[in-house]
T-cell receptor, first 115, second 113 residues
């Protein structure tokens, strides 16, 4: 199965600033997703990162706040824009492999604290 | 849309007792179902997955789950709990059309000595 490298692993940011999280996969994958895990909560899907086109956002998430890029089949970025303390969460990159069916692999996550 | 409901946000068992974590899903198409475990301050680890093969699925660390279509359930069990099983457990369902993986709310498993 794919191996994911996610950077940074953690960061402390000032409110009003932006942070870009990188997700690098060691093989070409079709499906790539971004999740948020707020403290003590489950994982919530932010968006599907589409290669060469705009990401598909879930209800409650908008492109202006969480712009996503996916220039190729092995790399994606998620930016958390104009941060507030409510954005303090773990952000995870995930890939899905369906041919053959391996399931889903998750990055180790980015622990973001906004002060 | 697919969805998952985990019954019981917190389950407490004694060491050596049966572990039963409940998961019910909603799906208009045959689902793929997963159980993940997350230990404190660690990442997600796949316990097991159902992908339309055998309905009884065996996973790591002695866990297993049974897919019951008539009950739309995929409960996770382990015959004998160990202290090291204390963690957060997530059930998840895959959307067969978009490939999206949707998580339940999670269940915290506490194991008492």
């Amino acid at each position: 199965s794919a191996v994911i490298s996610q950077k940074p692993s953690r960061d402390i940011c000032q409110r009003g600033t932006s942070l870009t999280i990188q997700c690098q996969v060691d093989s070409q994958v079709t499906m790539m997703f971004w999740y948020r895990q707020q403290p003590g909560q489950s994982l919530t899907l932010i968006a599907t990162a589409n290669q060469g086109s705009e990401a598909t956002y879930e209800s409650g998430f908008v492109i202006d706040k969480f712009p996503i890029s996916r220039p190729n089949l092995t790399f994606s970025t998620l930016t958390v824009s104009n941060m507030s303390p409510e954005d303090s969460s773990i952000y995870l990159c995930s890939v899905g492999e369906v041919s053959p069916w391996y399931g889903y692999t998750f990055g180790s996550g980015t622990r973001l604290t906004v002060v | 849309a697919q969805s998952v409901t985990q019954l019981g946000s917190h389950v407490s068992v004694s060491e050596g007792a049966l572990v039963l974590l409940r998961c019910n899903y909603s799906s208009s198409v045959p689902p793929y179902l997963f159980w993940y475990v997350q230990y404190p301050n660690q990442g997600l680890q796949l316990l097991l997955k159902y992908t339309s093969a055998a309905t009884l699925v065996k996973g790591i660390n002695g866990f297993e789950a049974e897919f019951k279509k008539s009950e739309t359930s995929f409960h996770l069990t382990k015959p004998s709990a160990h202290m090291s099983d204390a963690a957060e457990y997530f059930c998840a369902v895959s959307d067969g059309n978009t490939g999206k993986l949707i998580f339940g709310q999670g269940t915290t498993l506490q194991v008492k000595p």
